[in-house]
């Protein structure tokens, strides 16, 4: 079977790490795999595969100036090439976050032309992203929701739509995704074991503590959803033997600011907290070993790879939990012990006038972005977001954030009213090694391989159609854009 896999980049990380996996499983199967990518890769696929940078692909604000029908008739060029025929299956990955204006119109002449598309969405440009959707919906629909549903959600027999999440999943069902077209594709989960995880954890408690103090470690590119200022909380809170760490800055430059007004709070107050810790000479297995423990606080993510890979690399997680993105992972047997579902805050520590109008300016900003009436959604999500005079630290902006964090460090007294005051790490070397084990078997590679063959074979069996529908966008907006999931640090 010939696979063309497509995106936007090949930047190490994220979607390239799926690619990457996608690539190995495919190759050992037998399939011949090409990747176009509107960059040139930043480290080498495996050989086997055969690579075309397409600039038309790249970011929009990259991207060389084509017509979806160019693009479109570019990408079956560089795919023929590579392959030495026209793909059974192209599969491509986040085609309706607008990040590529062209693509989706591309992707639409693809399938009209009846070729086979599997098309998975990582993000959503409907979830938190109102700039990438705005620019949608203004540029190719004239405004039109319906018109745009079209282009990013078309429906025939020959495209069928990849899932990371039950709540994905369900959430394309809804939206009117035939059942028989719709499946599910968890990422595969692979790292390389620290020289002291080993194949146990039964060493855990003596690990990490080159001083006699505890480190723990976010590893995360520090963007503003993965809300940074939960992280210097703890750090404000930290007894005399801990210590925090996050990994990377932020390679956007519209989130660098905020990044460094955090980096700035940290150092007037003294906190415990060292940023970039992967920037200096020490390799990220050698961080992970001189941890305590990973950590977590992100408000939102796609698939959730940072709740499995600690245990892979022998060490527990402890942080902010996920319930609608973990709760496949529990379902499939990892335990989450560390984990806490919001840490809550007394409303009177606030400046409650400027919070509610925060909470506004969002809601109208989003309503406004997506096309939708403002309405009542700031009371609506105001009211999902308080319970008994507390909200959750992680509902709140950057300023209200700091306002806490300040009252917190010069105040030690006021952290008995902080609900849920206790950063744990499970260090039971058996439920690390359980997990490990559980990860390993439902999130393995060659698992994740079975999987995407089953799939492909399930496209391939399709005959086209030359008749299209579309899925409901707007039902899709009803429900990322319901009110209790305004959170102000995404919109």
């Not at 600690?310 to 319930?323: E, H, K, S, T, V």
């Not at 964090?405 to 090694?433: Q, V, Y």
């Amino acid at each position: 079977m010939r696979i063309c896999i497509v995106h936007y980049h090949l930047q190490t990380g994220g979607v390239t790490r799926v690619i990457e996996h996608a690539c190995a499983a495919l190759l050992q199967r037998g399939a011949q795999v090409a990747v176009l990518s509107g960059e040139a890769p930043q480290a080498p696929l495996p050989t086997a595969v055969r690579t075309r940078v397409l600039p038309g692909l790249a970011y929009e604000e990259h991207r060389a100036p084509q017509s979806p029908e160019q693009l479109a008739a570019g990408m079956v060029e560089a795919a023929c090439n590579a392959l030495g025929g026209a793909p059974d299956i192209w599969h491509v990955h986040n085609h309706s976050l607008g990040k590529n204006t062209a693509l989706p119109g591309a992707l639409l002449r693809l399938a009209r032309d009846g070729r086979r598309l599997l098309l998975q969405p990582h993000d959503f440009a409907e979830d938190g992203r109102p700039l990438l959707y705005g620019r949608l919906r203004r540029q190719l629909a004239d405004g039109d929701i319906r018109r745009l549903s079209a282009l990013l959600y078309p429906l025939a027999p020959q495209i069928h739509y990849a899932a990371l999440t039950r709540r994905d999943r369900d959430f394309l069902a809804g939206a009117g995704v035939p059942t028989g077209q719709l499946h599910a594709l968890p990422n595969a989960v692979s790292m390389e074991t620290t020289p002291d995880s080993g194949s146990s954890a039964r060493g855990h408690a003596q690990q990490g503590r080159g001083d006699d103090r505890r480190l723990w470690l976010y590893p995360t590119r520090a963007i503003r959803r993965k809300n940074l200022g939960e992280l210097l909380l703890w750090a404000a809170l930290a007894g005399a033997q801990d210590r925090f760490a996050a990994t990377q800055a932020p390679r956007n430059p519209r989130e660098q600011p905020g990044y460094r007004r955090w980096v700035a709070l940290a150092a007037e107050l003294g906190l415990p907290m060292t940023f970039e810790a992967g920037a200096g000479g020490r390799s990220f297995p050698e961080l992970v070993a001189s941890s305590h423990a990973l950590v977590t606080t992100s408000i939102a993510e796609g698939f959730g790879l940072a709740f499995l890979e600690p245990w892979l690399l022998g060490r527990p997680l402890a942080g902010r939990d996920l319930p609608e993105i973990t709760a496949d992972f529990t379902d499939a047997g990892v335990r989450l012990p560390g984990l806490y579902q919001q840490l809550s805050v007394p409303l009177d520590w606030l400046d409650l006038p400027r919070l509610r109008s925060a909470f506004a300016t969002v809601a109208a900003e989003r309503a406004s972005a997506y096309g939708r009436p403002a309405a009542d959604t700031a009371e609506r999500a105001w009211a999902h977001a308080v319970t008994d005079g507390r909200i959750d630290f992680g509902r709140l902006d950057e300023t209200a954030q700091t306002q806490i964090i300040r009252r917190l460090h010069g105040n030690p007294a006021a952290r008995s009213e902080l609900g849920g005051s206790a950063l744990t790490a499970p260090t039971d070397p058996a439920l690390i090694d359980a997990n490990r084990a559980v990860i390993a078997a439902r999130y393995s590679v060659q698992g994740y391989g079975e999987r995407l063959a089953a799939i492909y074979e399930a496209i391939a069996d399709a005959r086209p159609s030359a008749a299209f529908a579309a899925a409901d966008g707007a039902a899709l907006l009803d429900r990322f854009l319901a009110p209790q999931r305004l959170w102000l640090l995404r919109g």
